[in-house]
């Protein structure tokens, strides 16, 4: 079964400091990419997807995601975050299935 | 424009008690999703709905039923609640899954069940 693992599960910053927040598939196919980012007490708010083309997707908000079909990664990066940033942030994949198929979420804390 | 709506936003039961979540879209979406949101485990799909009239089991269907009796609502239920159901529960709506379209998702339902 297709999975998504996100192995950084809590991660603090520096305001200004870089971030990349790693994000591993295992399906062999043919993906769609997706990082989405929950602010404390919203709901889930798509940051970028990756449907084909480019592998660098630029998203809001200054972030960004490169697909290396290679690794299976799609990992997110920001090259200064802001205090604003602070938030969980998931990697979702539709493979095989048409399911989002979502890691288990990535805690982001940036203190100024 | 209010997108995804749910209802309630909070609520407490005791075991055994049935309820009702209820959510709405205005987007003509076909597609609809009821996650459930426990920490460390991410989002895992409950059911989900590929139109009106339609429904199907997640990755974790058991103890929840759920109704799309019209295109913009989707309903879960919980018939016989359990202290396991304790969670945030996120519905979601897409017009068609894997496109440039992504799913979009309501404020949540926080749930506890004592």
């Known amino acids: 079964a297709q999975s998504v693992s996100q192995h950084n599960h809590h991660v603090i910053l520096s305001e200004a400091a870089s971030l990349e927040l790693g994000c591993n598939y295992s399906?062999?196919?043919?993906?769609?990419l997706f990082w989405y980012v929950q602010y404390p007490g919203q709901h889930l708010q798509l940051l970028l997807k990756?449907?084909?083309?480019?592998?660098l997707v630029k998203g809001i908000k200054g972030f960004e995601a490169e697909f290396i079909k290679s690794k299976f990664s799609f990992n997110l990066r920001k090259p200064s975050v802001q205090w604003s940033d602070t938030a969980e942030y998931f990697c979702?994949?539709?493979?095989?299935?048409?399911?989002?198929?979502f890691g288990t979420g990535t805690r982001l804390q940036v203190f100024p | 424009n209010a997108g995804v709506t749910q209802t309630p936003k909070f609520r407490v039961l005791k075991t055994g008690q049935s309820m009702t979540l209820l959510c709405a879209q205005d987007?003509?979406?076909?597609?609809m999703y009821w996650y459930r949101q426990d920490p460390g485990m991410g989002l895992r799909l409950i059911h989900y709905?590929?139109?009106?009239?339609?429904?199907a089991k997640g990755e974790v269907p058991d103890g929840y039923n759920v109704s799309r009796l019209k295109k913009q609502n989707f309903l879960l239920g919980l018939e016989s609640a359990a202290p396991s159901q304790t969670s945030v529960y996120f519905c979601?709506?897409?017009?068609?899954?894997?496109?440039?379209?992504?799913?979009?998702f309501g404020d949540g339902t926080r749930l506890s069940i004592l």
């Open positions: 979601a709506s897409s017009y068609y899954p894997g496109t440039a379209q992504p799913q979009h």
């Open positions: 399906y062999g196919g043919t993906v769609n």
């Open positions: 979702a994949v539709i493979g095989a299935t048409d399911k989002l198929i």
């Open positions: 990756y449907f084909s083309g480019d592998p």
């Open positions: 987007m003509n979406h076909e597609y």
């Open positions: 709905s590929v139109g009106e009239g339609t429904t």
